[in-house]
């Protein structure tokens, strides 16, 4: 929901405008749908997809770096380790497997699962924005949350040689070889707009796969 509000609605005027006999009917949420039982013509996944019959576009990958305000990290200082987050708030979005485990690999290759503790959790990334930037603890965020917030300096990258997983912005269709004419505009339009964003990161938009 929160990419849908940030990113897909600004583009939304402009394909209008492109093709004004197409209508458009959009569902938002972080819950995951059934494509074909739904009766979607497209769907916009940000994650690793399972097996599936299910075509799909691969936009970019996101990165989720851990990060805090530098206020936040002056009162309680800066973890050296992944294990060191056990002394630490930490504010968790709960829409994953395993939210209380973040699991870290370093750039020399090790690999490390954190088990977290926050005082606030949330199944949307974007309501813990504000409690973020207000110093109230530390967070996981994908990029197109935060990067803003990161260029400003209103927020603080956490232990940068650990990573988490990136995650991968898709586009999915029903299975077929055939395609309505107005979902490949779509898909076209989505994937010139969104593939060259500030945070997206990783190689170009791959051809549809099946």
């Excluded at 992944?82 to 973040?102: F, G, K, M, S």
């Amino acid at each position: 929901m929160s990419f849908g509000l940030k990113y897909l609605a600004p583009l939304l005027p402009g394909f209008l405008d492109r093709y004004p006999q197409i209508d458009v009917d959009i569902s938002l949420g972080d819950h995951m749908i059934d494509v074909v039982a739904g009766g979607f013509d497209m769907a916009i996944r940000i994650a690793e997809l399972e097996d599936s019959s299910l075509r799909y576009r691969r936009l970019c990958a996101v990165r989720r770096p851990l990060v805090a305000t530098p206020g936040y990290l002056e009162r309680h200082g800066r973890p050296s380790h992944p294990r060191d987050l056990n002394q630490h708030t930490c504010l968790l979005y709960t829409n994953l497997p395993t939210p209380e485990t973040w699991k870290f690999r370093h750039k020399s290759g090790e690999e490390y699962a954190a088990s977290v503790r926050g005082r606030m959790r949330s199944n949307n990334a974007e309501l813990i924005v504000p409690a973020l930037l207000n110093g109230q603890g530390l967070a996981l965020q994908p990029d197109f949350i935060v990067w803003d917030a990161i260029e400003r300096g209103e927020l603080e990258e956490v232990l940068p040689e650990w990573q988490i997983a990136s995650i991968n912005v898709n586009l999915l269709t029903p299975p077929g070889v055939l395609r309505p004419a107005r979902v490949t505009v779509l898909l076209d339009y989505l994937t010139e707009q969104l593939s060259s964003t500030p945070w997206a990161t990783g190689v170009p938009a791959s051809a549809d796969a099946i």
